[in-house]
Nanobody
Framework: QVQLVESGGGLVQPGGSLRLSCAAS????????MGWYRQAPGKERELVAS??????????NYVDSVKGRFTISRDNAKNTVYLQMNSLKPEDTAVYYC??????????????WGQGTQVTVSS
């Protein structure tokens, strides 16, 4: 009953920027943690960034290779998570997947995945 739809991927030159969006829709009661993963050809999928609810604010975390360049954020009113990617490098090339821990109207809670969006950084 829940779907995550990603957008914002594409081809960009080194040093450029992209902003990924992932919107959740369906029978959603609440969304807990959200994150972005990426998988390059022949490599294991890795967690790039996560944003988790805290007491008063969200706890964010990044893989070391993107710290200072990527920013994760969320708009709870829109059930959307974003990944702002700046100073992109060729090694950032991958399929990016969003993930969300969602409690649904069926009173179930599990991880949902977006369809993936290709990010290619090349001159």
């Amino acid at each position: 009953q829940v779907q995550l739809v990603e957008s914002g991927g594409g081809l960009v030159q080194p040093g450029g920027s992209l902003r990924l969006s992932c919107a959740a829709s369906g029978s959603i009661i609440s969304i807990n943690a959200m994150g972005w993963y990426r998988q390059a050809p022949g490599k294991e999928r890795e967690l790039v960034a996560s944003i988790n609810p805290g007491g008063r604010t969200n706890y964010v975390n990044y893989v070391d290779s993107v710290k200072g360049r990527f920013t994760i954020s969320r708009d709870n009113a829109k059930n959307t998570v974003y990944l702002q990617m700046n100073s992109l490098k060729p090694e950032d090339t991958a399929v990016y997947y969003c993930n969300a821990d969602i409690f649904t109207s069926l009173h179930t809670r599990r991880d949902y995945w977006g369809q993936g969006t290709q990010v290619t950084v090349s001159s």
